[in-house]
Every structure is written in C-alpha cells, then in structure tokens.
C-alpha cells in the first residue's frame, strides 16, 4: 500500500454504461492501496444520465465527487478543473471504459511514490499487452513518432488515458496547459520533460474497447496542435518561462485563481 493521499479521476461524456461498471472497480482497487483518497467524476454535459448516476454514488459514499457541467468544454479542460478541485498529494486519471486494465493503477501510482514526478502507462514498450485494430495501431504510432521527433519527446505513448503526477508537479505545469481537449495530455507530458521533470512509462494491458474510435480527423487536428506547442516551445520564452517558475511560485498562483468548488 502507498501512503500518499489520492485524487483519482475519470473524466466522462456520455458514458452511463461504462461509468456503472468503473465507479465499483475504481472504489475497490483504491480502498485497498491508499490510506485516502477522492474519486472525481469529471462529467463533460453528458446528456445519457452519466451525471445522474454519478451523483447517485456521491450521495451513498463521501470519498466520490461529481464536477457537472451544463456545456461541453472538452476532456482536457475537465481535467483541468478535476485538478484545481482536488486535494490528494497524486493526481491521477484513466479513462472510463477501462480499456487500461485497472490492475495496473497500484504501480502507476507506487511510481510517484518512489519518487518519479509522473508516471504515464504506455502500450508501446516491451512488456506491455495490447489488443487493437491494425488501423488504430498504426495512427498511435505515427501520432507518438510525430511527437517524438518535433517535440524531442522520450516518452513512448503520449496518448494512454492512465497517468498520475506529484501534486507539485501539476501546480507548477497546470498553468501552461493551452489544450482542452485529446492533445492535453501529450502537452502536459511534453512541458513536464522540458522542466526537466522526471517520468516513467509504465507497461500495461491494454485492451480496444468495441465503442471507441480515432477519427482521422482527430490525428489532423492533434498533429497540428503539435506544431503550435512547437511554436510555443522555440518562438516564444515558454521554456524559459518554465524553468524559471519554483514550485512556492506556482502554488500561489493556483490560489490567486479563486477557483471555486461546486
């Protein structure tokens, strides 16, 4: 058991089904390896009763909390405001139809406690298993090579939807973060790298959901975020800019936000 305190959180749109079968498996797998934790259920305008099963579960157990809204603002930007909500020493997420096997949550987050500032799983390194249409796969890996190269990206999977940071990690990079959709995670890992923090990937089971898609239009859109994070990198002092920031800089400007709690 680790123990640092948890904020576990899974961002949701549309996904009644799925979120009935994660909330009971997210509960168990957390109760057992934690001390404490908060499960955050950051719902997106969901219009198929996520919102309402979420708050269900909320009302029978304390430890989860469900942050609706009434407009779709993307997945990047629920994660954003799941962040400034939360409270745990770890900030993690992994998507809702568990597509990363659960089982894997324990060592993700045994990485920040053995001192990694973010831990990110990756269906790309040895010892990883994953099932996936040969179309999916290909996009991935033309999607990761892209990053790799005009970002100067270690990392392998920028995209796996299960990852957690130290607290102080995501005080200080939150406040980069210009993407509020599908590229906030490759943006946060990016920016992550260019402090100098340090990362590990973690292998995991991966395995493709009948329901979830990339669209080709969605490689078009993230490939060309890539290449305006590239602008932000070289042609303005964003570098600069993060380096320079201490951890007691950015907690004060998380507070002067005034981000309040709903």
């Excluded at 305006?228 to 201490?246: E, M, P």
Aim: hydrophobic content about 40%; proline content about 3%; aromatic content about 10%.
């Amino acid at each position: 058991m680790i123990t640092s305190s948890v904020s576990a959180v899974i961002p949701v749109f549309n996904d009644q089904a799925a979120l009935s079968r994660v909330i009971p498996t997210a509960l168990d797998i957390l109760e057992k390896n934690t001390p404490w934790f908060e499960l955050i259920i950051a719902e997106d305008a969901s219009k198929d009763g996520s919102f309402e099963l979420a708050r269900r579960w909320a009302i029978h157990d304390s430890r989860i909390r469900v942050l609706h809204r009434d407009k779709r603002l993307g997945r990047g930007s629920a994660l954003t405001r799941a962040w400034k909500e939360s409270a745990g020493d770890i900030f993690c997420y992994f998507d809702v139809d568990q597509a990363t096997d659960m089982k894997d949550l324990p060592r993700l987050l045994q990485a920040i406690e053995e001192g990694y500032d973010g831990a990110t799983g990756s269906r790309l390194i040895p010892k990883s298993y994953v099932v996936r249409d040969q179309d999916r796969e290909m996009k991935s890996r033309v999607y990761n090579y892209l990053v790799r190269i005009i970002l100067g990206s270690s990392v392998h999977d920028h995209q796996c939807g299960f990852k957690a940071f130290r607290r102080e990690t995501m005080s200080l990079l939150i406040p980069f973060i210009h993407d509020t959709h599908w590229f906030w995670d490759t943006e946060l890992l990016i920016l992550c790298q260019k402090k100098g923090y340090v990362l590990t990937e973690i292998p995991v089971r991966w395995i493709q959901g009948p329901d979830t898609t990339v669209r080709t239009s969605d490689i078009l859109s993230m490939s060309m975020a890539i290449m305006k994070l590239w602008t932000r990198l070289h042609l303005t002092n964003l570098v600069r800019q993060i380096k320079s920031i201490s951890n007691t800089q950015s907690q004060k400007k998380l507070k002067s936000w005034n981000f309040h709690r709903q």
